[in-house]
């Protein structure tokens, strides 16, 4: 069953370039147009959609996150994202001009059904990104868009991140497409660049050794910090996630921007930060902000793990270690960056002859609010 491998963890890890493979499979025709027949909601309904709430809880919110930061760029239609465990409790604003997203790998988990079963209740159209078919969630949604990432046995989820992000690609280039926000040019340039990555998560799955290594060394660390931008900061929240789950370590996930506005107290002499640089190629000077704050916390004494991009040789002179990505752009970058971390984290607890699989604490999926 684990084909080989110590854990299911580490099996799933590997899995991911086929997991987002599958998910993008029978989504697109050869000319890189859109055919999202699951998603069986009156068109008029879609194109007079004004603001998107994704719900979701834990791991899966990240990737919501993520969707924050694509859809927003393509549709222009206001995306918040909000724990499922929080939402009802605040009388949110839900409208039948409301998508809702309701994102679970499951499709048990009970904050996100009650939180999506009180948005129908105000009128709200909802459409599931889950993993497991027939499950509650879809069972209970206008229109279900499934994750293909086969099942995910281990606790801490992974290859059912990386589809989940894929079918929030799809489902944003979806509506924009729809709502005529982009040419289908653009549209079919970003599919054809989608359909890449499964080659490029495979290249870092190749090259993971320096990770590994770096993970057996630090299996004594007490705390690690991780650090983002854009798309990046759901990436960081992640890895820090991964971390306190498997690894039982003390680990935070910030906005680098926030550094200076309370963690960069944090840093010590010694203290790991893994950072996740934007691409050098981006717009808007993130990535020459990002690396001022490696060059920060570099000079605190830090120990500063950078995850940057193939042939960024700017954050060399402030970094510990870089890991090294294939090229992507910007909004897809997640995709590439979460899988060192997800490595990290699985290899640093099985150095410390924990569980992977079944951390302790926790279950698969959380049946209670
Ligand atoms: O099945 P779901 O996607 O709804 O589960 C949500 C969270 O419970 C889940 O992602 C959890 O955070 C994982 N253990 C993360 O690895």
Redesign the pocket.
């Known amino acids: 069953e684990k084909g080989g491998y110590s854990s299911f963890m580490a099996k799933e890890i590997m899995d991911q370039p086929q997991a987002v493979a599958d998910t993008l499979l029978g989504r697109y025709d050869v000319e890189g147009n859109l055919t999202l027949d699951e998603l069986r909601i009156d068109e008029a309904v879609l194109r007079s959609v004004d603001k998107i709430v994704v719900l979701?809880?834990?791991?899966?919110s990240y990737a919501g996150m993520v969707a924050k930061y694509a859809i927003e760029h393509w549709c222009r239609i206001p995306v918040e994202v909000e724990l499922s465990s929080e939402f009802r409790y605040r009388d949110p604003v839900v409208n039948a001009r409301t998508l809702v997203v309701a994102?679970?790998?499951?499709?048990?988990?009970m904050d996100?059904i009650m939180a999506l079963r009180h948005a129908r209740e105000q009128g709200a159209k909802v459409v599931a990104i889950c993993n497991t078919h027939g499950s509650t969630i879809p069972r209970e949604s206008d229109a279900a868009l499934y994750t293909h990432a086969g099942p995910e046995i281990a606790?801490?989820?992974t290859k059912?991140f990386l589809a989940q992000i894929t079918a929030c690609y799809l489902l944003g280039l979806y509506l924009a497409r729809l709502r005529g926000n982009k040419f289908d040019d653009e549209i079919r340039e970003i599919v054809g660049q989608l359909q890449a990555m499964p080659d490029k998560i495979q290249k870092v799955l190749d090259g993971l050794e320096q990770v590994r290594t770096m993970a057996r060394w630090m299996a004594d660390t007490r705390s690690v910090l991780f650090l983002g931008r854009h798309v990046g900061f759901p990436v960081a929240m992640e890895g820090a996630?991964?971390l306190k789950?498997l690894a039982y370590i003390h680990a935070e996930g910030f906005a680098a921007g926030e550094l200076k506005h309370g963690p960069i107290a944090l840093i010590e002499p010694g203290q790991a930060v893994f950072v996740i640089v934007p691409s050098p190629r981006g717009r808007d000077s993130l990535h020459a902000k990002v690396v001022s704050n490696i060059q920060e916390i570099n000079a605190r004494g830090a120990r500063t793990i950078v995850i940057a991009e193939e042939g960024d040789t700017d954050v060399v002179p402030y970094a510990s270690e870089v890991i090294y990505v294939p090229q992507t752009p910007t909004l897809l970058a997640p995709l590439v960056t979460v899988v060192p971390l997800q490595v990290f984290a699985c290899e640093l607890a099985t150095a410390k002859g924990l569980d992977v699989d079944q951390p302790r604490n926790?279950a698969k999926?959380?049946t209670v609010e």
Do not use: F, H, N, P
């Open positions: 979701a809880a834990g791991t899966s994102i679970s790998q499951s499709g048990e988990t996100t606790v801490a989820s059912a996630l991964k789950e926790l999926s959380v």
